[in-house]
């Protein structure tokens, strides 16, 4: 396994690269353009770069109307700041009116761990994927956030893509074929299927390992597009493996884990476990220690996945 | 600046009162609608579009065309009757207003229609889209402009003001918006509901320059909106003064005509007041 990488500066050297492919790119930033890894950009093409300040639900807008025009702005901001905020913003401008604008909420999830509730966004999943026609990225690894934005330049359309700010390992294959709507089997093995996606897709990772360890062989899938979702893929785990688990930094509800379930209830029930928040507002402290108050280190996602198997 | 002859200036009465006339015919086929806004705003549109703007309605995605973006997109049936007149649409549309699945809903979608620009109805949006248009055009040179229409009401959200900021750092003076000053919302009055005036002072310190007109009036109309921008580098913004539901005696100045459930005695009051200025207009 190469080395970790910084989420936020793999997404601003992709970024450069669609900007050099398609002069249409722009980067929008909210009072937040380095911490958004957007500087190369910013120096690569100052021009294309548009800064507004710390005014969220205006730049949505500004977004929508800039891509009337044949732009694909690019708005980077702190998660929940261009979710939860600008959620209306977001659903009539961008979703509704169909315009070709791609929203990057950094930091999501629990990164901003000791800043607090505010700061963090364990929703943005559950209320960006209602919005019809928004697909929704929650890359698993450095290899995934830069073919995300390759795919998400080209792709024509509204979409929401969070990352985090925690260096990242890499785990998938640097020249695979990545495919918006397509998850990838990481790992193969029929006892169970474990489910990971974005920024603990990694500690899902580790807890396979641990789990071969101890004879248990389970399928890992990196679900890194939670809408439109892998159906084929969700529903062939569950044939194969009996059991599916999930583990998602986002609530319990309307992430990940609600959205396999969605498919999985109606298509072919199957017994799950889904790791994840529960209905609270998180904790504070640091980082790795608030991920295992809700049990999303790799010992415990084993544990977990061991009581239920056997 | 442009003005307009005497000539002109009766022909575009003529279309503010074909406006008025099928925002009427759609709330008699939909038996309820937003009627007040509506008619404060005709004599606006019938300048825009038959006046003003660069528009080809053989072509609605010409990319040189001005824009109008209707952030207060409750007044939409104005916006439908005069894009049917200006042949955007065939005008028997308008007769399905209020029909399941009608190409005509309360509040706008340009995938309906050709000839709207956006999706507008819930308030405070469509200034910054508006923006986002001037601004993309700007960036590529295109000589085109957008209008946006908005209501005295609508100011109270405050997206508008970070759109209004915006606009002025980025200098958009390919940008002008017409507040609909009819001083009635829902609730009664604005300025008793929830007050930004003075409203020229508040645009002008957020870096607009300001005209104030008579909204009805289509000379000071087509004066004021030639004269864009007010000052190079600078958004524009026209304090149109009007009157709510302005044509129908017994809904004008009213808020409670904001929207209009239509008894068939208001109709046919309706019908034979319009019937009246027709005959007025035509002599």
Redesign the interface.
């Known amino acids: 396994m190469s080395e970790a990488k910084d989420p936020r500066k793999v997404f601003g050297e992709a970024l450069v690269e669609v900007g050099e492919k398609n002069p249409d790119v722009l980067a929008i930033s909210a009072d937040s353009s380095s911490g958004s890894g957007l500087s190369p950009f910013k120096e690569k093409f100052p021009s294309r770069h548009l800064e507004f300040g710390i005014m969220e639900q205006g730049i949505i807008g500004f977004a929508s109307g800039l891509a009337t025009t044949g732009k694909i702005p690019f708005v980077v901001a702190i998660a929940p700041f261009v979710t939860a905020r600008p959620f209306e913003m977001f659903r009539n401008d961008l979703g509704y009116m169909r315009q070709n604008v791609k929203v990057v909420g950094r930091c999501a999830g629990l990164t901003y761990s000791t800043l607090g509730p505010t700061h963090q966004s364990l929703e943005d999943v559950a209320i960006i994927r209602t919005i019809p026609g928004v697909v929704v990225i929650n890359p698993g690894d450095p290899v995934d956030i830069k073919k995300a934005t390759h795919a998400l330049a080209a792709h024509k359309g509204p979409a929401y893509m969070k990352i985090g700010s925690p260096k990242m390992p890499v785990l998938n294959k640097e020249d695979y074929d990545y495919e918006i709507g397509k998850g990838v089997v990481l790992k193969e093995g029929n006892d169970v299927t474990i489910i990971g996606t974005g920024t603990v897709l990694s500690k899902a990772y580790f807890a396979s390992e641990l789990l071969e360890k101890e004879g248990i062989h389970a399928r890992l899938i990196n679900l890194h597009t939670l809408k439109p979702i892998d159906r084929t893929l969700i529903i062939k785990a569950a044939r194969e493996t009996g059991r599916i688990v999930t583990v998602e930094e986002h609530y319990l509800h309307g992430g990940l884990g609600g959205a396999v379930a969605e498919v999985l209830a109606l298509e072919h029930p199957c017994p799950m476990r889904m790791i994840g928040v529960d209905d609270q507002f998180a904790s504070n402290g640091p980082y790795e220690e608030l991920l295992g108050i809700y049990g999303l280190q790799p010992e415990q996602i084993a544990e977990t996945v061991k009581k239920f198997v056997t | 600046m442009e003005s307009l002859t005497n000539m002109e200036e009766i022909e575009l009465k003529k279309i503010a009162f074909k406006i008025r006339k099928n925002v009427v015919r759609m709330i008699k086929a939909g038996d309820a609608g937003h009627v007040g806004g509506a008619l404060s705003i005709a004599e606006m549109l019938a300048a825009l579009y038959f006046k003003i703007m660069k528009v080809d309605p053989n072509n609605p995605a010409w990319r040189e065309r001005d ?1 109008l ?1 209707l952030s207060a997109g409750h007044k939409c049936l104005a916006l439908y009757a005069v894009l049917a007149d200006r042949g955007f649409f065939d005008e028997k549309i308008l007769d399905t207003y209020g029909a399941l699945g009608s190409k005509l809903p309360g509040h706008p ?3 309906k229609l050709p000839g709207l ?6 308030l ?2 469509g ?11 700007k ?2 040179g ?1 000589d085109s402009k957008v209008y946006v229409i908005m209501g005295d009401g609508e100011l109270a959200e ?2 508008n003001w ?2 209004a ?2 606009a002025s ?2 200098k958009l003076d390919n940008l002008l918006v017409f507040v609909d000053r009819n001083t009635l919302q829902i609730s009664g009055r604005t300025v008793e509901v929830m007050s930004y005036e003075p409203l020229d002072k508040r645009w002008e310190s957020f870096g607009w320059r300001v005209r104030e007109i008579n909204g009805h009036d289509l000379k000071q109309i087509m004066e004021a909106a030639t004269s864009v921008p007010f000052e190079k580098g600078k958004p524009s913004v026209i304090i149109a003064n009007t009157v709510k539901s302005k044509g129908l005696s017994f809904a004008e100045d009213r808020a409670d005509y904001h929207y209009w459930k239509a008894t068939p005695e208001e109709l046919q009051i309706a019908e034979r007041e319009l019937e009246d200025i027709e005959r007025g207009l035509k002599q």
């Open positions: 824009r973006v979608d340009m995938y620009e956006s999706n507008t109805g819930a405070g949006h200034l910054s889209i508006a923006g986002g248009m001037a601004l993309g055009l960036m590529d295109v405050g997206s970070e759109a900021a915006a750092h980025h």
